[in-house]
């Protein structure tokens, strides 16, 4: 193997890349990177970096001379248009063309946009890159009301940061309570009220029919499915994600909910690979098909393909985890809890420090913590070492976490 190539410059195709000269890799190594600049952290987007007093520190995943000092051929501002399987080349958007023996595919997700009437309105933004973050700081030096579609991760962080703006914060949310799809019903809840007291006017059961204009063509106000109206002169919508996978599927390759890979994190073409929020896996926590947006996932899966490529196959077993914070709120997740499953409180949410287990078939799956790291480890190590625990064990009344690693 003497020329890998990578597409995507973002936590998972730079960790692939560091990961193969750390492995030992010596040949070619090129990756193409559609944003401009040095390749940057995205959860500091949604928090640090939202600070009134941030001032343009962007966080960078490497040195600007790491690239060059670990032979990284690091090409920014420039998209791979064409996978030519036959050829092993990619085809860029400046007609230049990039040899591989093994692709790599980390190319990411794009926001889901709306579709109501005024939703290209100026004031309406998303957040995923840099100057998406860049553009919002600077409004909401100057905005007075808020509103924010959708209560998922980012959505929750962008509404509690812009509390510190002094601005009026709405928050509306079609689903019953918020990031439904990836809490436990208690630690959901548990979030609802705390984000209320905090002051954000969080709406459940309530989506976006439709924004207007004032007098100067901006947003000026969001009209609810309930038909109640919010005034807002900035938006942000967090309304969840879509995977890039047009360019796998234009070359042939298996996609489906993301690019669709094996256990080895290979393609339908097994000189091509895919990571992070962009592939689709079998995930052995699961029991199916998933695909995960997270640090934890880009960065494993990067260091998994490094090493399949440089010491042959294996299986990505790594446990998911996940973190969120939002204002003082620090909310980890080990393991994939269901929406629906059954679960255990440790600890008193009254105190903010708590943890919620989750049990999948009476057995443990799951562990959200708020404030409680200790929990997270304990349960990061039940979930992969074991021993399982089960939920008649959890119901015990003298239950407690650290015992049942005995
Ligand atoms: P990305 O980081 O999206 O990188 C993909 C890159 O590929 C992009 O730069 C894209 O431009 C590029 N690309 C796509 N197509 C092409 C092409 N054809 N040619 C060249 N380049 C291409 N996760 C957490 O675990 N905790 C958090 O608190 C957290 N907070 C977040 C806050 C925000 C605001 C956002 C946006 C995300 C957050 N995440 C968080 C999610 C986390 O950032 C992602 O899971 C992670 O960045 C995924 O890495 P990736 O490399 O797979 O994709």
New binding site residues.
């Given amino acids: 193997m003497n020329a890998v190539a990578i597409?995507?410059?973002?936590?998972?195709?730079?960790q692939a890349a560091a990961s193969l000269r750390q492995e030992g890799y010596a040949g070619a190594l090129t990756v193409?990177?559609?944003?401009s600049g040095i390749?940057y952290?995205?959860?500091p987007?949604?928090?640090e970096f939202m600070k009134p007093e941030q001032e343009g520190n962007v966080l960078s995943l490497r040195e600007p001379e790491f690239y060059a000092d670990h032979g990284i051929d690091l090409l920014t501002g420039?998209?791979?248009?064409i996978i030519d399987r036959a050829a092993h080349s990619v085809v860029l958007d400046n007609a230049d063309r990039v040899s591989y023996d093994r692709l790599v595919l980390?190319?990411?997700?794009r926001n889901r946009q709306l579709s109501c009437a005024g939703s290209e309105l100026p004031g309406i933004h998303g957040?995923?890159?840099l100057r998406d973050?860049m553009t919002l700081q600077e409004e909401l030096r100057t905005a007075r009301n808020v509103v924010v579609i959708g209560a998922g991760?980012?959505g929750l962080?962008?509404a509690t940061a812009a509390l510190a703006f002094g601005v009026s914060v709405t928050v509306l949310e079609f689903a019953p309570r918020p990031m439904g799809r990836a809490l436990t019903p208690v630690m959901s809840e548990w979030f609802a009220a705390e984000l209320r007291s905090m002051g954000i006017d969080l709406r459940l059961n309530e989506g976006i029919r439709e924004f207007t204009s004032g007098p100067d063509g901006r947003v000026a106000a969001a009209v609810s499915t309930t038909g109640d109206t919010y005034a807002a002169d900035l938006v942000v919508v967090g309304i969840g994600v879509i995977p890039?996978v047009e360019?796998a599927e234009a070359s042939g390759l298996a996609t489906g909910n993301g690019i669709v890979v094996d256990e080895t994190l290979r393609s339908s073409d097994p000189d091509i690979f895919a990571?992070?929020?962009?592939a689709s896996f079998p995930s052995i926590h699961s029991g199916g098909m998933i695909r995960?947006?997270?640090?934890?996932?880009?960065t494993d899966q990067a260091k998994h393909v490094a090493k399949v490529l440089t010491a042959g196959e294996r299986p990505y077993a790594e446990l998911p985890w996940?973190?969120?914070?939002q204002g003082p709120l620090r909310l980890q997740m080990t393991g994939l809890p269901g929406t629906d499953e059954d679960y255990v409180v440790l600890g008193d949410p009254g105190t903010r420090r708590f943890s919620v287990l989750g049990f999948r078939d009476g057995v443990l799956a799951a562990v959200e913590s708020v404030n409680m790291p200790g929990h997270q480890n304990i349960g990061r190590r039940l979930l992969t070492t074991g021993p399982s625990v089960t939920l008649d064990q959890a119901r015990e009344p003298r239950f407690d976490l650290r015992q049942a690693l005995k």
């Fill in positions: 597409i995507g410059g973002g936590q998972a195709g730079i193409i990177a559609a944003e390749p952290q995205r959860p987007l949604s928090k420039v998209r791979a248009e980390a190319t990411g997700t957040l995923r890159e973050a991760f980012i962080e962008f890039n360019l990571i992070g929020d962009c995960l947006e997270s640090v934890q996932n880009a996940f973190y969120t914070h």
